[in-house]
């Protein structure tokens, strides 16, 4: 049984991560994976994802983040309004990826939020530190880990969606 339990979690805790680096992207890669089929949220609380009107929402909502991300106005992942929103993102997206995998969402919640204060910590740690130590523009830095955040997340449901 806990073979069976142990991915589903780990990919709630994974994708909560990626909540810590940009909130917005793995909840639009989970609409979109549900839109076309891929993750099956039927049955569950969050069978709405798989609508056109959420995959707009998200996907809209994840392009404003990108840009606002940019901003020499937007404040840091980890002052509290923002890292809420990381950590209700990595909740949410936890649950939502270990119901597909029929397991508890609860568990899906705790580890998906863990997962984002831990990718938020990390990614500020990471963007700081690169843009200290190599020189490189904020903005070249943050689309790297855009490109990251988009990518893993991407990975992260396919693998979590390949299993069943």
């Known amino acids: 049984m806990m073979e069976i339990l142990m991915p589903a979690l780990l990919f709630s805790f994974l994708i909560g991560a990626f909540c810590g680096s940009r909130t917005m992207p793995p909840a639009a890669v989970l609409c979109w994976f549900a839109f ?5 949220t039927d049955g569950t609380w969050f069978a709405f994802l798989g609508q056109p009107l959420p995959v707009a929402i998200f996907t809209t909502a994840m392009l404003a983040e990108l840009l606002i991300d940019k901003l020499p106005i937007t404040p840091s992942r980890l002052k509290a309004p923002l890292l809420l929103a990381r950590l209700c993102a990595g909740a949410f ?3 939502v990826l270990a119901s597909a995998m029929l397991e508890s969402s ?9 997962g984002a204060l831990i990718g938020a910590l990390i990614g500020y740690w990471l963007r700081t530190g690169i843009v200290k130590k190599a020189g490189w523009p904020d903005y ?3 689309l790297m880990e855009d490109a990251i955040t988009i990518a893993g997340s991407t990975a992260v449901v396919a693998f979590a969606t390949a299993r069943g």
Do not use: F, Q
């Open 106 to 114: 609860h568990a899906g919640m705790l580890l998906g939020a863990s």
């Open 93 to 95: 997206t936890g649950a």
């Open 140 to 142: 070249v830095v943050a």
């Open 36 to 40: 076309t089929g891929r993750l099956h």
